[in-house]
């Protein structure tokens, strides 16, 4: 099986922001510097989020001139108060992804500690000050991971990895809940080989994932996004790639276009480029932008307003 954790280790350690314009324009200086501001702020939560990714962190406008060794980490002269908490069950338990409303935060990951199989998937809520609220496991008697968690205000999804279901050696897994923790339902995809979906995003009418396929497609991995309604019923897929190895890690939409960014061995320089890949909200591809170094290149965040897309 392809270890595919090993590329986004790598790229945790890193902080590149790189910024796309949806289309050309000239900028004031003006808006250059709001933009390197911008960019700035970036790159650390990048760093925080990439270093800390098991803690979980509380924003808000006290100024604190004190700093403390308990629950609360105070940071002299700025206005940034954080929290964090740790979830032991005993054996090993990791974070990926996080999620949250204007009441709860929701971490999505994996546990070899609780479940029924090697790992399964964990989803835990948490209140805004840090109190945990419930926390729910998906899986069966292999290896479950859990990649990302997005919500919409009344249902949260969950996706990653299955080997206990499905008909592949590891199939993508999109798991529904309610509020509360309740599952509603649970799908899987892939072919005989590995499939996995890292990230997702949804606009209130549809489900969309972003991952990775080597069941299908034109090359040895190809980066891979799937649609799915709210009832768990697949629209359709799509996979882009070349003959070599590709990955999607992160996807964001509007009400016009889904991005997708990963990296890729097919095209570019050949040593692993960041690929960007637009789409329309039918699947079909629109284009795609490449960023290389002599090294290899990751794009394992993707993010977007009105103007510009940014990716880590």
Same mark, same amino acid.
């Given at each position: $099986?392809? !270890?595919h &954790?090993?590329?986004?280790?790598r =790229? ?6 790189i910024y ?9 200086n003006?808006?250059?510097i709001? $933009? ?8 650390? %939560?990048?760093? %925080?989020f ?6 979980v962190?509380a924003?808000?406008t006290?100024? &604190?001139s004190t700093?403390t ?6 940071i /002299?002269?700025?206005?940034l108060?954080c ?11 990791? @974070?990926?992804?996080?999620?949250g409303? *204007?009441e ?5 990951? /994996?546990?070899?500690s609780?479940? =029924?199989?090697?790992h399964?998937l964990l %989803?835990?809520k #948490? ?7 419930w926390?729910?496991?998906w899986?069966?008697?292999? &290896? ?5 968690? #997005?919500g !919409?205000?009344?249902?949260i999804?969950t996706?990653? /990895?299955t080997?206990s279901?499905?008909?592949g050696?590891?199939?993508i897994?999109?798991?529904?809940w309610?509020?509360?923790?309740t599952?509603?339902w +649970? ?5 005989w080989?590995?499939d996995?979906g890292? *990230?997702i #995003?949804? +606009?209130? !009418? =549809?489900?969309f ?8 497609g034109?090359?040895?991995?190809d ?8 009832n768990?019923?697949? @629209? ?15 996807i964001?939409?509007?009400s016009?276009n ?6 890729? +061995?097919?095209?570019g ?5 960041m690929i960007v890949?637009?789409?329309?909200l039918d699947?079909?591809?629109i284009?795609?932008?490449?960023? =290389? *170094?002599p ?13 510009? %897309?940014y990716? &880590?």
């Open positions: $099986m392809i !270890d &954790h090993s590329d986004l280790k =790229a945790s350690r890193f902080g590149i922001i796309f314009p949806f289309e050309d324009k000239k900028e004031t003006q808006e250059r709001q $933009m390197q501001k911008r960019m700035e702020v970036g790159l650390m %939560l990048s760093i %925080l990439g270093a800390f990714c098991t803690l962190f924003i808000n006290s100024c &604190h700093f060794m308990n629950d609360t980490i105070a /002299s002269g700025s206005k108060e929290f964090n908490r740790t979830l032991d069950g005993g054996d090993s338990e990791y @974070a990926s992804s996080i999620w409303d *204007s709860s935060l929701y971490t999505c990951g /994996s546990t070899r609780e479940g =029924a199989g090697e399964d %989803l835990v #948490w209140s805004l000050n840090g109190t945990q609220v926390n729910r496991t899986g069966g008697v292999n &290896h479950e991971f859990g990649y990302c968690v #997005w !919409d205000g009344s249902v999804y996706c990653g /990895s080997s279901f499905g008909v050696n590891s199939d897994m999109l798991v529904k309610l509020m509360n923790g599952q509603v +649970n799908v899987t995809w892939g072919g080989n590995d996995y890292s *990230s #995003w949804g +606009n209130g !009418d =549809a489900i994932i972003c991952g990775g396929t080597s069941s299908f034109k090359g040895f991995y980066l891979l996004l799937l649609k799915y309604d709210s768990g019923t697949q @629209a359709w897929n799509a996979t882009w790639g070349g003959t070599n190895m590709d990955n999607g890690y992160s964001w939409g509007n016009m889904i991005f997708t960014c990963g990296y890729s +061995n097919s095209i320089d050949g040593s692993g480029d890949v637009k789409w329309n699947g079909d591809q284009q795609n932008f490449t960023w =290389a *170094s090294e290899l290149e990751l794009g394992v965040s993707l993010w977007g307003d009105d103007n510009y %897309l990716t &880590h």
